[in-house]
């Protein structure tokens, strides 16, 4: 069974930085596609950044040049960089899990980012 495991979510002042991480179960994580998507209240969840098995990256353009997605296949874990934050990323943050070997996503239950002064 996949199991992701997201951490490092909580309030930061406006400018300041935060490192969310997950930590997924199974065999093939290298070869899986990796992500984070955010949901505001009231709204949709959009997808923030993501990452291939080969390691290139795609970021909404919201976070361009603030945030760093990133992924370590020994620890089996995915982080995201958030630095530069400002209070509309403000969110339930997401870790996605694209399987390659069943061809399904799986979903973290998320960890909230407050920024707020």
């Known amino acids: 069974q996949v199991q992701l495991v997201e951490s490092g979510g909580g309030l930061v002042q406006p400018g300041g930085s935060l490192r969310l991480s997950c930590a997924a179960s199974g065999r093939t994580f290298s070869q899986d596609a990796m992500g984070w998507y955010r949901q505001a209240p009231g709204k949709q969840r959009d997808l923030v950044a993501r990452?291939?098995?080969?390691?290139?990256?795609d970021y909404a353009d919201s976070v361009k040049g603030r945030f760093t997605i990133s992924r370590d296949n020994g620890k089996n874990t995915v982080y995201l960089q958030m630095n530069s934050l400002k209070p509309e990323d403000t969110a339930v943050y997401y870790c996605?899990?694209?399987?390659?070997?069943?061809?399904?996503?799986?979903w973290g239950s998320g960890t909230q980012v407050t920024v707020s002064p």
């Open positions: 996605y899990r694209w399987s390659m070997l069943t061809q399904k996503t799986y």
């Open positions: 990452i291939t098995s080969g390691v290139n990256t």
